[in-house]
């Protein structure tokens, strides 16, 4: 068995492919700044509700609510309404759309999120290596 075959290290490998991508576009929107009427891109977010849902399908797993502040389980939930895309707050004056003070802030939100999965990886990995008795020495 790898750790590729562990659920938990297929979705921190995934996380880390989602923020690899956003860092592309976000260094895309910088290096075009000042290219007249290019509009700043972004990455959709993956629909964690979508990925349960198909969990809960596929495993037959069902949540039980122990007490009336817990999530209801699926299909006991209303369906959420679709949300408005964030509009540009300014544009350059060459009709550019991006706004670097937002895209250096993506950028450091990004590459934050990446440090913290990056370290999550290496605690999971020496806790294994801790239960299986290599302690890396």
Do not use: C, W
Not at 74 to 97: H, I, L, M, T
Not at 98 to 120: D, F, P, R, W
């Amino acid at each position: 068995m790898t750790l590729q075959n562990i659920a938990l290290f297929q979705a921190m490998g995934a996380k880390l492919d989602y923020l690899d991508h956003q860092q592309k576009i976000t260094s895309q929107n910088i290096s075009n700044a000042d290219t007249p009427n290019y509009k700043a891109r972004e990455l959709t977010k993956p629909d964690f509700g979508q990925v349960l849902g198909k969990v809960v399908k596929d495993n037959q797993v069902r949540m039980n609510s122990t007490k009336a502040g817990h999530m209801p389980a699926a299909g006991e939930v209303r369906e959420g309404r679709d949300q408005k895309q964030d509009s540009f707050y300014e544009v350059a004056p060459g009709k550019n759309a991006v706004i670097l003070e937002e895209q250096m802030l993506k950028a450091n939100q990004t590459a934050a999120e990446h440090s913290l999965m990056m370290n999550i990886m290496k605690k999971n990995v020496g806790m294994i290596r801790t239960a299986i008795g290599n302690n890396g020495g």
